[in-house]
């Protein structure tokens, strides 16, 4: 399973990008992100789109947003990850069963801007 798709996790950095793009001298950027997206493939594109930017160089943390949730089938109680995203679902770990992604599933949040 895992995440998002990689064309996802760009535009969501992109967008990023687009809301940070007036700040320089910035050493870190921490976010907490929705189980849609893979925090690897959140790195990787922020370093590849800020590469020629006044961002370049910063990192990117990615924080997971929890979103709990309860299976309807089997009962199973979780905290949704990546690897339980399948497209616009979301797959029990217990037992399989698909249930719609909520809504914060494709959340970004900037928790805070470290200058260097």
């Keep these: 399973m895992g995440g998002g798709t990689a064309v996802h996790d760009q535009h969501a950095v992109q967008n990023l990008i687009e809301r940070l793009s007036d700040l320089e ?3 870190e950027v921490r976010i907490r ?10 790195r990787q ?16 943390v990615v924080e997971g947003l929890v979103e709990e949730r309860g299976c309807p089938t089997c009962g199973s109680t979780w905290a949704v990850s990546s690897d339980d995203v399948a497209g616009h679902l979301v797959l029990c ?16 949040e900037v928790v805070e801007v470290a200058r260097a």
Excluded: K, N, Q
């Design 25 to 27: 001298d910035v050493a």
């Design 33 to 42: 992100a929705g189980a849609s997206f893979s925090p690897e493939a959140l």
């Design 45 to 60: 594109a922020f370093e590849m789109l800020t590469a020629d930017t006044p961002l370049a160089g910063s990192r990117l």
């Design 93 to 108: 770990p217990s037992c399989g069963a698909p249930s719609p992604i909520g809504p914060g599933a494709s959340a970004i």
